[in-house]
Every structure is written in C-alpha cells, then in structure tokens.
C-alpha cells in the first residue's frame, strides 16, 4: 500500500462503528469472558495453523471479510470457505506469526447475539529477526451455538498497513 495512512479510515468508512456505551451488568460478564476466549482462540489457531481449530470458531454459514485501509476487497462466505482461504494464505507466510488482540469491546444484543471491536497487532519472527506485519481492526457479530460455544457469524478484518504483499491484493 503506498502513501501516508489515514487517520480513521475504517470509522469514516463505516467498517468500524463503536456503538454508545451500555453499562456492564453482572450477568453478562460470562458471554464477555466466553467472547474474549473466542478472539484469544482466533490468533492461537491462526498462529500454528490450526486449521480445525479455526472452523471450530466459525458457524457454518459465517462471512470473512478483509480491507486494506479503504473498502472490503475480499469475501469469504461459509466456514468451509473461510478455512480454504486460511490455509492458501498461511501457505504463502514463511514465518512465525503471532496475533495480539487488544482493546476488546463487546456489546451484548439479546441471548446468544452479540457484536465486537478489536484491535490486532500481528508480529512475525523469521531469520531476520522479529517485525510488526500488520495493525488490524477487527469487527464481529457473534453467536451462541446449540453447543455452548460462542462463533463468528460475521468477521471483518481491516488491515491499517501490510508489510509486503497483503493475501489477496495482488
């Protein structure tokens, strides 16, 4: 990606909306715990490839959708899909990634619905020694499976900047 980055570019695209503040109620500090676990999941899986690991996160029908510092370039549709596209892009990566997931806001909707913000710094260690590949933004609408388990139905993952070639602008 050439040129400067833009301040607020996923706000002021509409790809990040933070919603007003709610108050944080007792009852639904486990769906939060359960919601952090599930992004936490998210980077540890992607990290070592861990591609049954990864669908496990996804509901079946879910949606994966990718930026770069400007509007969705990229879509996924279906877990089986989203898992394709994981392996073909951890292919391509000759290095150790690592996921930190920071500054997680969730807003419960109703039983078993749930939205969240995040922001992402992704590391990668190789022979040269250790980098920042990418900051990210993540947004998500979340479900809770007949199973217990809280999944992604919706995922977008907005890239501020890449280091080299980002999977799927070429």
């Given at each position: 990606?050439?040129?400067?980055?833009?301040?607020?570019?996923?706000?002021?695209?509409?790809?990040?909306?933070?919603?007003?503040?709610?108050?944080?109620?007792?009852?639904?500090?486990?769906?939060?715990i359960a919601i952090s676990e599930l992004f936490a999941r998210y980077g540890i899986?992607?990290?070592?490839?861990?591609?049954?690991?990864?669908?496990?996160?996804?509901?079946?029908?879910?949606?994966?959708?990718?930026s770069l510092a400007g509007p969705v370039f990229e879509t996924h549709r279906g877990?089986?899909?989203?898992?394709?596209?994981?392996?073909?892009?951890?292919?391509?990566q000759s290095d150790q990634r690592r996921h930190a997931v920071t500054n997680l806001?969730?807003?419960?909707?109703?039983?078993?619905?749930?939205?969240?913000?995040?922001?992402?710094?992704?590391?990668?260690?190789?022979?040269?020694?250790?980098?920042?590949?990418?900051?990210?933004?993540?947004?998500?609408?979340?479900?809770?499976?007949?199973?217990?388990?809280?999944?992604?139905?919706?995922?977008?993952?907005?890239?501020?900047?890449?280091?080299?070639?980002?999977?799927?602008?070429?």
């Amino acid at each position: 990606m050439a040129g400067a980055a833009v301040q607020g570019w996923a706000t002021k695209a509409g790809l990040l909306p933070l919603p007003a503040r709610q108050p944080v109620r007792p009852e639904d500090l486990a769906t939060r715990i359960a919601i952090s676990e599930l992004f936490a999941r998210y980077g540890i899986a992607h990290d070592e490839v861990d591609v049954p690991a990864m669908a496990d996160l996804f509901a079946p029908e879910a949606v994966v959708q990718v930026s770069l510092a400007g509007p969705v370039f990229e879509t996924h549709r279906g877990r089986d899909v989203i898992c394709a596209n994981f392996e073909r892009v951890t292919a391509t990566q000759s290095d150790q990634r690592r996921h930190a997931v920071t500054n997680l806001e969730i807003t419960p909707l109703d039983a078993g619905r749930a939205s969240a913000r995040a922001y992402g710094i992704v590391s990668a260690a190789n022979a040269d020694g250790i980098g920042v590949v990418v900051s990210c933004a993540y947004t998500a609408d979340l479900a809770l499976s007949e199973d217990g388990l809280w999944r992604f139905q919706r995922l977008w993952i907005g890239m501020d900047h890449y280091a080299g070639q980002a999977p799927g602008t070429s």
